[in-house]
Protein backbone atom coordinates (compact mmCIF):
# COMPACT_ATOMS: atom_id res chain seq x y z
CA UNK A 1 0.00 0.00 0.00
CA UNK A 2 1.24 3.36 -0.85
CA UNK A 3 -0.02 7.29 -0.26
CA UNK A 4 1.84 9.68 -1.95
CA UNK A 5 1.10 13.05 -0.60
CA UNK A 6 2.04 16.46 -3.00
CA UNK A 7 1.10 19.80 -3.49
CA UNK A 8 3.23 21.55 -0.31
CA UNK A 9 5.22 24.56 -0.76
CA UNK A 10 5.49 27.82 0.28
CA UNK A 11 2.86 30.29 0.27
CA UNK A 12 1.75 33.99 1.99
CA UNK A 13 -0.91 34.20 4.24
CA UNK A 14 -4.69 34.51 2.87
CA UNK A 15 -3.07 32.60 -0.15
CA UNK A 16 -4.30 28.92 -1.23
CA UNK A 17 -2.90 25.39 -1.52
CA UNK A 18 -3.91 22.02 -3.33
CA UNK A 19 -2.96 18.92 -1.48
CA UNK A 20 -3.14 15.75 -3.76
CA UNK A 21 -2.76 12.18 -2.12
CA UNK A 22 -2.54 9.32 -4.88
CA UNK A 23 -3.20 5.75 -3.45
CA UNK A 24 -2.19 2.78 -4.48
CA UNK A 25 -2.66 -0.88 -3.60
CA UNK A 26 -5.71 -1.07 -2.02
CA UNK A 27 -9.24 -0.83 -2.81
CA UNK A 28 -9.91 3.03 -2.51
CA UNK A 29 -13.34 3.34 -2.64
CA UNK A 30 -14.14 0.87 -0.22
CA UNK A 31 -11.36 3.22 2.26
CA UNK A 32 -12.41 6.41 4.17
CA UNK A 33 -9.89 9.05 4.31
CA UNK A 34 -8.22 11.92 6.11
CA UNK A 35 -5.64 14.59 6.26
CA UNK A 36 -3.74 15.23 9.40
CA UNK A 37 -1.08 17.49 10.17
CA UNK A 38 2.17 17.96 12.46
CA UNK A 39 3.68 21.21 13.32
CA UNK A 40 6.69 21.72 14.89
CA UNK A 41 6.63 20.23 18.61
CA UNK A 42 3.21 19.36 18.31
CA UNK A 43 1.29 16.31 17.80
CA UNK A 44 -0.19 14.97 14.99
CA UNK A 45 -3.63 16.64 14.65
CA UNK A 46 -6.93 15.79 12.61
CA UNK A 47 -7.83 18.15 9.79
CA UNK A 48 -10.11 16.48 7.33
CA UNK A 49 -12.04 13.24 6.62
CA UNK A 50 -13.98 11.91 3.67
CA UNK A 51 -16.22 9.03 3.72
CA UNK A 52 -15.81 6.39 0.89
CA UNK A 53 -18.36 8.04 -1.74
CA UNK A 54 -17.16 11.69 -0.79
CA UNK A 55 -20.66 12.72 0.18
CA UNK A 56 -19.83 12.88 4.54
CA UNK A 57 -17.33 14.79 5.40
CA UNK A 58 -15.64 16.27 8.65
CA UNK A 59 -13.51 19.28 9.26
CA UNK A 60 -11.67 20.41 12.63
CA UNK A 61 -13.10 23.67 13.86
CA UNK A 62 -9.70 25.22 13.13
CA UNK A 63 -9.49 25.06 9.47
CA UNK A 64 -13.92 24.82 9.09
CA UNK A 65 -15.06 27.18 6.16
CA UNK A 66 -11.25 27.44 4.72
CA UNK A 67 -10.17 23.70 4.01
CA UNK A 68 -12.53 21.75 1.20
CA UNK A 69 -11.59 17.68 1.28
CA UNK A 70 -12.57 15.81 -1.49
CA UNK A 71 -11.90 12.59 -3.55
CA UNK A 72 -12.12 11.29 -6.88
CA UNK A 73 -12.52 7.72 -7.05
CA UNK A 74 -11.69 6.74 -10.58
CA UNK A 75 -8.49 8.20 -10.21
CA UNK A 76 -8.04 6.65 -6.33
CA UNK A 77 -7.08 10.51 -5.18
CA UNK A 78 -8.10 12.23 -2.35
CA UNK A 79 -7.82 16.20 -2.28
CA UNK A 80 -7.66 19.14 0.28
CA UNK A 81 -8.15 22.44 -0.84
CA UNK A 82 -6.94 25.04 1.71
CA UNK A 83 -8.26 28.41 1.09
CA UNK A 84 -7.45 31.81 3.29
CA UNK A 85 -4.17 29.93 4.63
CA UNK A 86 -2.48 31.28 8.18
CA UNK A 87 0.82 31.12 9.71
CA UNK A 88 -0.01 28.57 12.23
CA UNK A 89 -1.40 26.03 9.14
CA UNK A 90 2.31 25.52 8.58
CA UNK A 91 2.75 22.16 9.38
CA UNK A 92 3.58 18.55 7.06
CA UNK A 93 0.48 17.19 6.30
CA UNK A 94 -0.67 13.45 5.92
CA UNK A 95 -2.79 11.75 4.06
CA UNK A 96 -4.29 8.60 6.37
CA UNK A 97 -6.80 5.56 5.04
CA UNK A 98 -8.72 3.52 7.28
CA UNK A 99 -11.01 0.34 7.26
CA UNK A 100 -14.31 1.64 7.00
CA UNK A 101 -14.92 -0.42 9.61
CA UNK A 102 -12.40 0.10 11.64
CA UNK A 103 -11.36 3.67 13.44
CA UNK A 104 -7.98 3.45 13.08
CA UNK A 105 -6.15 5.16 10.24
CA UNK A 106 -4.22 2.01 9.17
CA UNK A 107 -1.68 3.42 6.18
CA UNK A 108 -0.16 6.72 5.91
CA UNK A 109 1.42 8.72 3.04
CA UNK A 110 4.89 10.18 3.78
CA UNK A 111 3.83 13.75 4.09
CA UNK A 112 3.92 17.17 2.43
CA UNK A 113 5.60 20.52 3.80
CA UNK A 114 2.94 23.37 3.87
CA UNK A 115 4.65 27.00 4.90
CA UNK A 116 2.67 30.31 5.12
CA UNK A 117 4.04 33.01 5.91
CA UNK A 118 2.87 36.30 7.52
Known amino acids: VQLQASGGGLVQAGGSLRLSCVVSGLAFDKFPMAWFRQAPGQEREFVAAVRRRGFETDYADSVKGRFTISRDNTKNTVYLQMNDLKPEDTAVYYC????????????WGQGTQVTVSS
Open 96 to 107: AAREFYSSVWKH
